[in-house]
């Protein structure tokens, strides 16, 4: 109860310090400064994205989370090095942005731990079965779904997951 009670302080915290159209980087900044000034908050991992598809770009900063994945036209999977920053609350802060190219061909893939550690497993280990996941060439958003919950056993996890995957669609005219 307490951790659920933690998170939703967490989120109600990123939405409002998101909104304020900062970088990755600096909104972890702010929100780790929220949650460092807090009594008994627990440290929280996080991943944020900021996406241009004007420019076909994606921004990260992490605070202890998992790196994105990206699935290509050709479906291999690339880690991207996203510098891993500190957990949220510690109050150490040391975000950095890490900025990457995207083509509509391409799918980005953002998940919890939940889907890639196994208990005894090194995380790299880990990390390395979802880059070897094989997906289709040219597989959609929903195909990208269901061959990552499928092949890393997701319905056999030892956490929750959460998996989000996400594709730039260009606008014509």
């Known amino acids: 109860m307490e951790a659920a009670v933690d998170m939703n302080a967490y989120r109600s915290s990123l939405r409002y310090i998101a909104s304020a159209d900062l970088p990755p980087h600096r909104v ?10 807090g009594p008994d908050r627990r440290p929280a991992t996080c991943l944020i994205g900021q996406i241009d598809p004007n420019r076909g770009q994606v921004t990260f900063a992490g605070a202890g989370h998992l790196p ?10 690339t880690l991207l090095p996203v510098q891993v920053g500190p957990p949220l609350g510690t109050g150490l802060g040391g975000y950095e942005p890490a900025t990457y190219r995207l083509d509509s061909a391409q799918t980005l893939l953002l998940f919890t731990d ?10 790299d280990e880990s990390l390395h079965r979802l880059a070897d996941v094989g997906f289709e060439a040219g597989s959609g958003v929903e195909d990208v779904l269901d061959t990552v919950l499928a092949r890393l056993d997701a319905g056999h996890a030892e956490d929750d997951v959460a998996v989000l995957a996400a594709q730039l669609h260009h606008r014509c005219g």
Do not use: K, M, N, Y
């Open 28 to 37: 972890l900044r702010q929100l780790d400064e929220v949650a460092s000034g």
């Open 68 to 77: 994105p994945a990206v699935v290509d036209g050709q479906g291999r999977t």
């Open 114 to 123: 939940g889907l890639v550690e196994r208990r005894g497993e090194d995380i």
